[in-house]
């Protein structure tokens, strides 16, 4: 069983970068799509990014791309969310998940496993 853990988030002004780590234990992820989602209180959770498991092939909501990079490092069993030019609206809680397979998905229903989140804050 793999098991995810976020860390990367914190408070950033507004234009600032932050980078967002999911360092995945248990076994190895080399077989799972990997996905990148957040959610806001009393708020669906929404998709954000996805990597396949080669990482040769990503997917971005709109309200991101050009600002967020999804990328993958399977030797250290790691993906990453290198987050640019941040707004006050991305302010929320961030979850990576994982999917078996090697395809990625937009559907969160669609993931097998999940991190606790991280919290990233934008300030106006």
């Known amino acids: 069983q793999v098991q995810l853990v976020e860390s990367g988030g914190g408070l950033v002004q507004a234009g600032g970068s932050l980078r967002l780590s999911c360092a995945a234990s248990g076994r190895t992820f080399s077989g799972y799509a990997m996905g990148w989602f957040r959610q806001a209180p009393e708020k669906e959770r929404e998709f954000v990014a996805a990597i396949s498991w080669s990482g040769g092939s990503t997917y971005y909501a709109d309200s991101v791309k050009g600002r967020f990079t999804i990328s993958r490092d399977n030797a250290k069993n790691t993906v990453y969310l290198q987050m640019n030019s941040l707004k006050p609206e991305d302010t929320t809680v961030y979850y990576c998940?994982?999917?078996?397979?090697?395809?990625?998905?937009?559907?969160?229903?669609?993931?097998?496993?999940w991190g606790q989140g991280t919290q990233v804050t934008v300030s106006s």
């Open positions: 998940a994982a999917r078996y397979g090697t395809s990625w998905s937009v559907f969160n229903y669609e993931y097998d496993l």
